[in-house]
């Protein structure tokens, strides 16, 4: 009826409007599409669907994990290998550069944010990091040495560098020579000098960690005071979680040789 209506006025205002002479368009009316019913169903998945779909994340992630996972430990042992580098030919370089002696620590301490740090001789602490220091050549007029002689003032060249998280020198004598010692004459970790920081900067409440330290240094001709003679010199990093089984290597592992002579680096890396 509503319709009706609505067409009827509708010619009758277009007759009127002709008869004044306006030329008029008509479009025609349609009827409102039919609206769909709100209760018809959409197609969804099956619970068996759901299942497959569910079964097949399982085996790609089965999969995909573990290879994520070694991706990682490499990535960690690659940084780590990087940092040690860059410090040792830092050293070396400043050592030419100033023609004075710069010593490289490798720096032990007990990390806070290491769950059971523990070497493998049984005392607190790993080797975490690596510090170097220049001889200035300078003696402290009021702080004494061990011996009761005027302590040399050793400058930082650089902050300490921070290996990653997990990776450490290995303590392993025939795999780190360099921090372990040669057979029959190993080394015995250093204590702060009275003119060093006498804590590591790494702590759980900011006041530093104590810390002991394996020393060697470049000469101002690029060498170092490493005897040649002895043996081989060399420091190997590993994951702390890897055991050392017959002094072998574990999987995953970077050595770093330093030629006592030259004071030039190798390197060994599994695939490499």
């Known amino acids: 009826m509503r319709r009706a209506i609505l067409f009827d006025f509708r010619k009758f205002t277009v007759a009127k409007l002709q008869k004044t002479g306006i030329n008029v368009i008509t479009l025609p009316i349609f009827p409102h599409p039919p609206m769909k ?7 969804g998945f099956s619970l068996i669907e759901l299942m497959v779909v569910m079964m097949i994340i399982g085996i790609i992630a089965a999969f995909a994990v573990p290879a994520a996972s070694t991706i990682l430990r ?3 042992m690659n940084q780590a290998a990087q940092i040690i580098t860059d410090q040792l030919t830092t050293a070396r370089q400043v ?3 100033k023609n004075h002696q710069v010593e490289v620590r490798f720096i032990r301490f007990a990390d806070p944010e290491t769950p059971n740090d523990v070497g493998s001789d049984g005392q607190p602490g790993n080797f975490h990091a690596i510090w170097v220091f220049e001889d200035t050549g300078t003696f402290s007029p009021t702080v ?14 650089d902050k300490p560098q921070l290996l990653p998280q997990a990776i ?11 921090v372990m010692g040669q057979s029959g004459a190993p080394i015995t970790p250093q204590q702060p000098l009275a003119t ?4 590591y900067p790494r702590s759980t409440n900011g006041a530093g960690t104590p810390y002991t330290y394996v020393p060697f240094r470049y000469r101002f001709d690029g060498s170092t005071n490493l005897l040649p003679q002895t043996s081989l010199w060399y420091v190997t ?3 702390i979680n890897d055991q050392i089984q017959n002094n072998l290597p574990p999987a995953n592992f970077v050595t770093i040789l330093v030629d006592p002579v030259g004071g030039t680096l190798r390197f060994f890396r599994p695939g490499v």
């Open 37 to 43: 019913n709100s209760s018809s169903r959409i197609p």
């Open 74 to 76: 490499g990535s960690l």
């Open 95 to 97: 050592a030419l550069a």
């Open 144 to 157: 004494l040495d061990a011996n009761g002689n005027p302590a040399p003032i050793m400058a930082p060249v």
């Open 168 to 178: 450490i020198l290995s303590m392993n004598q025939t795999l780190s020579t360099l």
């Open 196 to 199: 060093d920081p006498q804590t």
């Open 237 to 239: 990093l590993q994951n």
